[in-house]
């Protein structure tokens, strides 16, 4: 089983900045994709942004140029730089891993969610 922490949310003023990371751990074998997703309410869960395997990465229109995704894959974690936040950024962030798991003797794919994190903008 593979489990997802995330870690960094909070509330901050319009123009500033929070970082957010995301530690998976469990059997992982490997990880191919790493992603943010955000919902706000009353809304859909969208793409923020995202990084694979070889690191290349694709950002919301949104959010580029303020928002950097980065990778530690040696710790399996991903982060997610945030700054010149507005506030229409305010939802929740959730950290999204897909990869293959061990299951000895065997292996599988997996497709995981973390608890998600609440980023408040106020203006």
């Known amino acids: 089983q593979v489990r997802l922490v995330e870690s960094g949310g909070g509330l901050v003023q319009a123009g500033g900045s929070l970082r957010l990371s995301c530690a998976a751990s469990g059997s992982i074998f490997s990880i191919n994709a790493m992603g943010w997703y955000r919902q706000a309410p009353g809304k859909q869960r969208e793409l923020v942004a995202g990084i694979s395997r070889s690191g290349s990465t694709n950002y919301a229109d949104s959010v580029k140029g303020r928002f950097t995704i980065s990778r530690d894959s040696a710790e399996n974690t991903v982060f997610l730089q945030m700054n010149s936040l507005k506030p229409e950024d305010t939802a929740v962030y959730y950290c999204?891993?897909?990869?293959?798991?061990?299951?000895?003797?065997?292996?599988?794919?997996?497709?995981?969610w973390g608890q998600g994190t609440q980023v408040t903008v106020s203006s």
């Open positions: 999204n891993v897909a990869g293959v798991a061990k299951a000895t003797p065997a292996l599988y794919v997996f497709n995981s």
